[in-house]
């Protein structure tokens, strides 16, 4: 057994000219006996030969809160380093007894942690480090907490569960055993820290192989990724069985997480930086600079969104400065469906206090909470995003010395005219409502301005449905709406009969009053309903048009309830994600749409070239600040573009700050 060194390691300069990087190799040892490893320089070429390693620094689900800082001493050529528990625990998991172990590439330790300079260089070649790699080796901790059980449970579900027969497998194993057990493992297998790293993302994407490990146990990420995904198919069956609902929570969220990995990995190939960034950004980083620098291996044109990266750079600078560079460099402003402005009461609303209206903040929680309406990393990989409001035109954008403010090429289609009171947060958006005063359509005939209506109120979407590759919403969406619209009506009006609920004025929102939410699945819709009913839009309210085109047959008795008719499922999950944090507007001209819920009477509604989605922006002086993307009907597949070319608007600057 070797004596402990008090001598500390100093790390030997790369060679860039040669392409360097530091692998490690742990040395045998059992039990007691001190950390050894030898570190070492190869030069990153195909023809290397190590693995990489994927790990979270820290995990409070594991380790007291006060061994975060806990730091443990290994010999690294016989001199000492200090290494966080967790790193700790898997050197001592992975070193043999008789043989030293294959070569490894660990961040913490093949990096100098404290050469600002290397950090930079070594986070753009991370791309290459994982992609370059044998295998990628996923560390999830020890076996605390039964997390062997739960990789054994999930190899159980790969190797016997026959894919479409999920549930009556299921419900087959668990005759003779609940599997209270298995599950409250798999809950805590999943709420590891290790899923909510940021850096995850490129190591998972960019591995050739991926193995993962908890204390012994083993399983390959193919396993994973299809255990996972037969277990999701029965989280609602079996949600008796989760006792703690926490821990259903964990379980079908983590499923999610390894969905979009998954869907990432399926289009690595064919990825936008929305795709990226809406899916993944909202996973946590011990530096918060890493939300940019942690996806550059998987973002496109990643060499000019940040050329180099810079630790030394407040983040509010990283931010702006990577997305002025991907709007002025590839001419794309798409990433601008990332912002998302909610009020400043809400959980994760308000305005960033240091970051200007068009760059998002990434280091919020408030952008994961609102469905981006052009983002499909659920279409096929060759596929492309359905909107292009802006057709085919490339941005025309300007950054200003100090990266605060841009100027961008566009077009102002309309004037916001008419806000409706929204789906949710109605005491916090309410005084920014407003009926509409102008009674012009800009849609032709009764049945297209109705069409316009309920297809704004799913922002044109079938998203529930879209994996199976049908994006457009079908017409009976149509007859969805105008009959939930006429079912909430008599339930409201039975609610104000009885005294339970008050009629709601649009007009003084004052008047609103909790909202009575009985046993209904739409209830919901008729929450919805009941603060919209009196919105008007060319002339009619809500209530009157769903009067108009509510077919006759649902006065029958015995007609099918709607919760049980065809796409009633697709149109129930597709408008909450559509009017979640946002609401309803119109324009002077007569259009419809939705827009983020803190737009207002007298905000404008543009084009700006590179964008596939309309936007709202607000005058300020001679600015603008950026309000967030909308759905505008009429107005989201070039129209306004042909009208531009027509000569019937013109080109504008806007100084966006």
Known sequence: MAAASTIHFEYTPLDEQKNEIRVLRILPGAGADPLECRLQHIALRDSADYDALSYAWHDPTLYPEEQKDLKH???????????????????????????????????????????????????????????????????????????????????????????????????????????????????????????????????????????????????????????????????????????????HSKIRDCVRKIARLTAIRRRKDNLNVVDVFDNVGGNDCTDKRDKIYGLLGIIPDADLVCPRPDYGLPVEEVHRRAFGNLATETENLDFLSLIVNRP???????????????????????????????????????????????????????????ARIIRISGVRLDVVDGVFPGESGFRLNLELTRQTQSQATAYGDEDQTYEALWRSFVAGLNIYNASEGNYEAPAQFGEFFARQCCNAERQHQSLIAEGIEVAFDINKPSSITSVFTPEDPAWPFNTWYKYNREAIFAGRSVRQWAERYTPHHIEIEGAVPLDQMPKWKDFSGSWGPANFGRRMVTTEKGYIGMALELSRRGDLVCLL?????????????????????????????????????RGEYKLEKFELI
Request: positive net charge.
């Open 73 to 247: 001493n290994v010999l690294i050529n016989g001199k000492c380093l200090k290494i966080g528990n967790n790193l700790a625990t898997f050197l001592q998991s992975a070193r043999g007894k008789e043989e030293e172990s294959r070569q490894i590439w660990i961040d913490a330790v093949c990096i100098n942690q404290k050469d600002v300079y290397e950090r930079n260089v070594q986070v753009l070649r991370m791309r290459r480090i994982y992609q370059k790699a044998n295998q990628v080796v996923v560390w999830l901790g020890p076996a605390t907490n039964r997390g062997d059980v739960a990789v054994r449970f999930l190899k159980l579900v790969f190797d016997n569960c026959p894919r479409g027969g999920e549930i009556a497998w299921f419900k087959n194993l668990m005759k003779g055993n609940d599997l209270a057990i298995e599950w409250k493992a798999l809950a805590g297998f999943l709420g590891r820290a290790w899923w909510n790293r940021i850096w995850i993302v490129q190591e998972i994407v960019l591995a050739k192989e991926a193995l993962v490990l908890c204390g012994t146990a083993s399983m390959t990420w193919t396993q994973l990724e299809y255990s996972l995904h037969y277990t999701s198919n029965l989280l609602d069956e079996i949600k008796t069985q989760v006792q703690d609902q926490g821990d």
């Open 344 to 402: 400043p009461n809400t959980r994760g609303g308000g305005f960033p206090s240091n970051f200007p209206s068009w760059c998002p903040d990434m280091t919020s929680s408030y952008f994961r909470n609102i469905h981006r309406l052009n983002t499909f990393l659920i279409l096929p990989p060759q596929s492309q995003p359905q909107f292009c409001a802006s057709g085919t035109e490339p941005a025309y954008a300007r950054l200003s010395s100090n």
């Open 609 to 645: 070239f590179g964008c596939r989605m309309p936007v709202v922006l607000r005058p300020e002086g001679e600015y603008f600040r950026f309000m967030g993307e909308c759905y505008m009907h009429g107005l989201m597949f070039g129209e306004g573009m042909k009208a531009f070319e």
